[in-house]
């Protein structure tokens, strides 16, 4: 079994920062890339940002300059910096990832969703 728990969502006023982690625990091989994905109200889940088991990252438009994706794979732990927050991050973040288990056998996993919400 794997489980991936996230913290750091919260209320901030717009301008202010946040940072959300995400921890990956079970019977893990490998987790090869991770990344967050957000969904606001009415609204579809979109990718924010993804890094890979590397240090290779992609970032959504609205987050480029002012979020930063970073792991620390000896934690198997992912990381959302958010900077600059404004009324438009407010949404339920998910923390996401590809693990290879140690059956071999790949999965995508999702973690529970945090709130985040900027007030104005």
């Known amino acids: 079994q794997v489980q991936l728990v996230e913290s750091g969502g919260g209320l901030v006023q717009a301008g202010g920062s946040l940072r959300l982690s995400c921890e990956i625990s079970?019977?893990?091989?490998?987790?090869?890339?991770m990344g967050w994905y957000r969904q606001a109200p009415g609204k579809q889940r979109e990718l924010v940002a993804a890094?890979?088991?590397?240090?290779?990252?992609n970032y959504a438009e609205s987050a480029k300059g002012r979020f930063t994706i970073s792991r620390d794979n000896a934690k198997n732990t992912v990381y959302l910096q958010m900077n600059s927050l404004n009324t438009e991050d407010t949404a339920v973040y998910y923390c996401?990832?590809?693990?290879?288990?140690?059956?071999?056998?790949?999965?995508?996993?999702w973690g529970q969703g945090t709130q985040v919400t900027v007030s104005s």
């Open positions: 996401n990832a590809n693990v290879i288990k140690l059956n071999m056998v790949w999965r995508e996993y």
């Open positions: 079970g019977s893990i091989f490998k987790i090869n890339a």
């Open positions: 890094i890979t088991d590397g240090t290779n990252t």
